[in-house]
Nanobody
Framework: QVQLVESGGGLVQAGGSLRLSCAASGRSFSSYVMGWFRQAPGKEREFVAAMRWSGGSAYYADSVKGRFTISRDSAENTVYLRMNSLKPEDTAVYYC?????????????????WGQGTQVTVSA
């Protein structure tokens, strides 16, 4: 019943921008951390960004600091990832996730729910 559905991925040239959306449904996420992860071909899934649904400071991987911004619209039950100054190395499938996160917001195992992913391809 719980669903996280990503959208907004696509093909973009280096230096361009995209905004990913994650539509959340099926339960209240008010006590959850919302995260974005990505997985490039041949690589492990890695942490990108996270924030508490209820608000507060966001946390970013060093590789995206200053370029990506995570936000959410509670009324729309949607989490966003605004990606600016995209680089070819940002190419990956991007996943939305939600979890209680007790110890480490960057660990996959802290998240209970995952979306199907949306492809982001950045051309040089």
């Amino acid at each position: 019943q719980v669903q996280l559905v990503e959208s907004g991925g696509g093909l973009v040239q280096a230096g361009g921008s995209l905004r990913l959306s994650c539509a959340a449904s099926g339960r209240s996420f008010s006590s959850y951390v919302m995260g974005w992860f990505r997985q490039a071909p041949g690589k492990e899934r890695e942490f990108v960004a996270a924030m508490r649904w209820s608000g507060g400071s966001a946390y970013y991987a060093d590789s995206v600091k200053g370029r990506f911004t995570i936000s959410r619209d509670s009324a729309e039950n949607t989490v966003y990832l605004r990606m600016n100054s995209l680089k070819p190395e940002d190419t990956a499938v991007y996943y939305c996730a939600a979890g209680r996160v007790y110890r480490d917001r960057t660990r996959l195992g802290e998240y209970d729910y995952w979306g199907q992913g949306t492809q982001v391809t950045v051309s040089a």
